[in-house]
């Protein structure tokens, strides 16, 4: 059983669309996370929600909009996608106490 | 935003050499993270440190927490042609929820 899955796996849009990329974990972990890396691997976090609160919001355009329905699920909403969006959009999850990110397989958005 | 440097970004190894890479900041963190990233992937946890000095294996893989406690290491012993990837080092301060992480190693392996 996949512990961190995301959808899609590979997402291509044109500039301007809306989309959206799913995170489920079934670890029981109360934390969840959005990272956005880019095509120099650097792994910048976006978002994290612990409980369904969102309790990081680091300075990422308003375009990117957090949505967590449970404790199980973070999905990512962008509106007017632009080129600079581009990049491989990583979920994580993990527990508290201080313990290391469980990654999902991310998601390869790329915008034409 | 803050960055971890990691030391050195890239490398060629021949298969059964020992490889050792590190990892350094400007801050103080209080747990260091060492994770492996195959391509197409999304990264896995190798080790994880909580106290400074500390030593800790897995398998091939030692890291350490460094004494300073702003900076780690990390060796891979008698390295084999599936540990080539990238490797991330994350530091974390107590009471945050989120890692900051490290500009990456990139490991390629010559059988």
């Known amino acids: 059983d996949t512990a961190v899955s995301q959808t899609p796996k590979y997402l291509v849009t044109q500039m301007g669309n809306d989309k959206s990329i799913k995170c489920e974990q079934n670890?029981?972990?109360?934390?969840m996370y959005w990272y956005k890396q880019d095509s120099k691997k650097f792994l910048k976090i976006m978002f994290s929600y612990n409980n369904k609160e969102l309790i990081i919001n680091e300075t990422v355009p308003n375009r990117f909009s957090p949505k967590s329905p449970d404790k199980a699920h973070l999905n990512l909403h962008i509106n007017s996608l632009e080129l600079g969006d581009s990049a491989v959009y990583f979920c994580?999850?993990?527990?508290?106490?201080?313990?290391?990110?469980?990654f999902g397989s991310g998601t390869r958005l790329t915008v034409v | 935003g803050q960055q971890l440097n990691q030391s050195p970004q890239s490398m060629f190894i021949q298969e059964g050499e020992d490889v050792s890479m590190n990892c350094t900041s400007s801050s103080i963190f209080n747990t260091w993270l060492w994770y492996k990233q195959d391509p197409g992937e999304g990264p896995v946890l190798l080790i994880a440190?909580?106290?400074?000095?500390e030593l800790t294996s897995n398998g091939r893989l030692t890291a350490q927490f460094g004494i300073t406690r702003k900076d780690s290491f990390l060796n891979i012993s008698a390295s084999i042609p599936s540990d080539v990837g990238i490797y991330f080092c994350a530091g974390a301060t107590s009471g945050t929820y989120k890692y900051i992480f490290g500009t990456g190693t990139r490991l390629k392996v010559l059988a």
């Open positions: 994580a999850s993990r527990t508290g106490g201080g313990y290391g990110y469980t």
């Open positions: 440190l909580y106290k400074a000095g």
């Open positions: 670890l029981g972990h109360d934390t």
